[in-house]
């Protein structure tokens, strides 16, 4: 269970879950769902806790300010498609 700890202190779980979910890796009795699972729904939180919220403020601001420069628009447009882009990978698995 340190181990485990360790993993998701030092910021390593998206990598460590993907590790395990190419290797095919089953999983230790201690573990309540594979690997395969863990790492969908750590990417459906992190889109639902950080991505579209994150995506609305920076509306919110942009709508508020009316002054709008490449540079912001561009930010806007690459948050909505890493959103975009994280659905479809949860979809696709």
Do not use: W
Not at 29 to 57: N, Q, R, W, Y
């Amino acid at each position: 269970m340190a181990k485990e700890v360790l993993i998701v202190v030092t910021a390593m779980k998206p990598a460590v879950d993907a590790s395990r979910v190419v290797s095919g890796h089953e999983g230790e009795e201690h573990h309540a769902f594979d690997a395969k699972t863990e790492l969908v729904a750590a990417k459906a939180i992190e889109m639902i806790c950080e991505s579209i919220p994150g995506s609305l403020l920076q509306l919110y601001v942009l709508l508020k300010v009316g002054n709008v420069s490449r540079a912001t628009a561009g930010s806007v447009i690459i948050s909505a498609m890493t959103t975009g882009f994280s659905s479809a990978s949860i979809s696709f698995e």
